[in-house]
């Protein structure tokens, strides 16, 4: 069964720059999941979607970040613009929802803004 | 104060060692226990639940204290393959589902 798919895996920008990140989950899995992680951190979350509804975004910086999930499959996370403290890795990961929450992660984004 | 309080080590063990990992939640709604491993620059990856009742899979035990708010995890008889480091993630059912990692511990094993 393939995993999670995450695309581009490396994207170094200049700050300003618009940047956009895509995943796929796992085949059924309606709960998709974006996290941020910082260099000697966990995870954050940034957004949670059940199918195509975003069902909590209370962690994403609206003023610059933004994700869709149109069809309730792949998704989107995009930055625009890119700030030098956006620098991290971008992990997305599915689950196939409740009562299951294990998670299963992607490889990540890992983004660089000079 | 973090939600998810762990010790980042790292801990230099050899191999055969017997290595403890403690971690410390503060929100009392927390009702799922996890670790995760993630090895450098990789994903995380679930390494095994933690019941109330504590529970083993082979070199790895994790245990539960709900009254302390303390989760642990105990590898025995470590192999240079655990190198990684080790993430303590709760979930707040009060957040439907919404996992809070710890920092994680990350612990090294020497030949």
């Known amino acids: 069964e393939a995993g999670v798919v995450q695309s581009p895996r490396y994207k170094i920008i200049e700050k300003k720059q618009p940047v956009a990140f895509w995943c796929n989950p796992i085949s059924g899995h309606n709960t998709l999941y974006w996290y941020l992680q910082n260099l000697g951190q966990g995870p954050e979350l940034l957004i949670r979607y059940e199918n195509e509804e975003a069902v909590d975004d209370s962690q994403l910086p609206k003023d610059r970040f933004s994700a869709e999930r149109l069809k309730g499959v792949d998704s989107t996370l995009k930055i625009q613009p890119a700030e030098l403290g956006d620098s991290a890795v971008y992990l997305c990961?599915?689950?196939?929802?409740?009562?299951?929450?294990?998670?299963?992660f992607g490889p990540g984004t890992r983004l660089t803004v000079l | 104060r973090k939600e998810v309080e762990q010790d980042p080590g790292p801990f230099n063990v050899p191999e055969g060692a017997t290595v403890a990992f403690n971690c410390t939640y503060s929100?009392?709604?927390?009702?799922?226990f996890f670790w995760y491993r993630q090895d450098c620059r990789k994903e995380p990856k679930l390494l095994m639940s933690v019941y109330s009742s504590g529970n083993e899979d082979g070199r790895f035990t994790a245990q539960l204290n709900r009254a302390s708010q303390y989760i642990s995890l105990l590898i025995r008889d470590s192999k240079l393959s655990d190198s990684a480091t080790y993430l303590c993630?709760?979930?707040?059912?009060?957040?439907?589902?919404?996992?809070?990692f710890g920092s994680g511990t990350r612990l090294l094993v020497r030949p």
């Open positions: 993630v709760v979930n707040r059912m009060d957040s439907s589902y919404k996992l809070i």
């Open positions: 990961a599915s689950s196939p929802g409740p009562p299951t929450d294990t998670q299963y």
């Open positions: 929100n009392s709604a927390s009702q799922s």
